[in-house]
């Protein structure tokens, strides 16, 4: 099985608790074959946030190591 070819998208999700302590998790580990455009990763986090039942209203900040599919602008 050659994997060279095949990105991993790692979702991690980070809070805060009523008592204001940091949380982290990971959320999701997703094999991104063929290509990772905006789009290709935003398909993989929106089904991931559907299957975890979060709402994308309730999301207040995003984190990406600043490659450019996922800092473009809508």
Known sequence: ????DTAQ???????I???FEMTEE???MRSMKG???GSDLFTEV?????KLG???DKLTGVT?????NMTGKN
């Not at 099985?1 to 060279?4: H, L, N, P, S, T």
């Not at 998208?9 to 809070?15: A, H, N, P, S």
């Open 1 to 4: 099985c050659d994997v060279r």
């Open 9 to 15: 998208l790692l979702i991690f999700l980070r809070g």
């Open 17 to 19: 608790t009523k008592d």
């Open 26 to 28: 990971l959320a999701a």
């Open 35 to 37: 290509t990772t455009t």
């Open 46 to 50: 929106n089904s991931c946030m559907e």
């Open 54 to 56: 979060l709402k994308w």
């Open 64 to 68: 990406t190591d600043g490659c450019p």
